[in-house]
């Protein structure tokens, strides 16, 4: 099985910073596509950003130039740096991977969710 570990949520106020961290770790062969998707209050779970193995990112219009998202493959790890928060960006964000475990067979995984809370 495979694990992913998110850090680094909390209270920010508007205008602030928070990077967010997610590890994976267990039968892992390779990784390809992280991200991380968000879920406010009585809404549905939204992508926020993606990056593949080979480092192309896509992001939400929302986040455009406030986020950016990043990988350590050494690591298994994938981060995203929040800029410039808005008290829309209030809510529970969740780790994302697409993992090619030791079976070599692909499998969706994702995280417990780190709360994020901006405000105003």
Known sequence: ???LVE???????AGGSLRLSCAA?????SINTMGWYRQAPGKQR???AVIS???TTNYADSVK???TISR???KDTVYLQMNTLKPEDTAVYYCNAWVVVKTLRTNEFW???TQVTVSS
């Open 111 to 113: 995280g417990q969710g």
């Open 7 to 13: 850090s680094g949520g909390g209270l920010v106020q």
């Open 72 to 74: 350590d493959g050494a």
């Open 65 to 67: 130039g406030r986020f």
């Open 53 to 55: 193995s080979g480092a």
């Open 25 to 29: 770790s267990g039968s892992i062969f």
């Open 46 to 48: 939204e992508l926020v």
């Open 1 to 3: 099985q495979v694990q």
